[in-house]
């Protein structure tokens, strides 16, 4: 095994969970989820000697995120309805209604208020390495989170939107 190949198997042993929550919460379905981390982490094989140096995660946050717009796309295009299916580790708090209507109300996000969603308040990046991951400019970041919170307001309430979010790094 060259080093190449042993620094990507490193950096797939100790980010895949993290990297795998990012793609389900970006889509929503445990084994779409699956496939999005299958194909980042294939394009960035692919790249490896180029973006190793770098910091190779938030490229391939960007991929997993741009791999779920298209798909939602896609299937947004091709009216396909997926069947979802909850995750093996429920999220952070201990309600499991709570958790069940988080997931339901993050589904009905447009796919792109879901990344920014999921990369500002899960991930916890700021608004400029959400807007670099996602390849747009801050003002959008800003934007789609803005408009993604309201609509998790209106579909879970202003006060359990503000405990779901602090609790995301509990």
């Excluded at 909850?86 to 796919?111: C, F, G, I, M, Y």
């Excluded at 959400?130 to 747009?136: D, F, I, R, S, Y």
Aim: aromatic share 4%; with cysteine; glycine share 4%.
């Amino acid at each position: 095994m060259s080093g190449a190949e042993h620094d990507f198997g490193a950096f797939v042993a100790a980010r895949a969970t993290s990297l795998l929550r990012v793609a389900y919460l970006a889509c929503g379905d445990e084994t779409e989820a699956e496939d999005l981390l299958q194909t980042a982490l294939e394009r960035t094989y692919r790249k490896w000697d180029r973006i190793r140096h770098d910091s190779p995660e938030p490229y391939v946050r960007r991929v997993i995120v741009n791999a779920a717009i298209s798909r939602a796309r896609r299937r947004a295009i091709l009216k396909i309805i997926p069947m979802h299916s909850p995750p093996d580790t429920p999220a952070r708090t201990d309600d499991p209604d709570l958790q069940h209507v988080l997931r339901e109300a993050l589904r009905a996000l447009p796919p792109r208020q879901r990344a920014v969603v999921v990369l500002r308040y899960w991930e916890d990046l700021s608004e400029t390495q959400t807007a670099e991951v996602l390849g747009c400019s801050v003002g959008t970041v800003k934007s789609q989170a803005s408009k993604a919170m309201a609509k998790l307001r209106s579909a879970l309430g202003q006060d359990t939107v503000k405990g779901v979010i602090r609790n995301a790094h509990a």
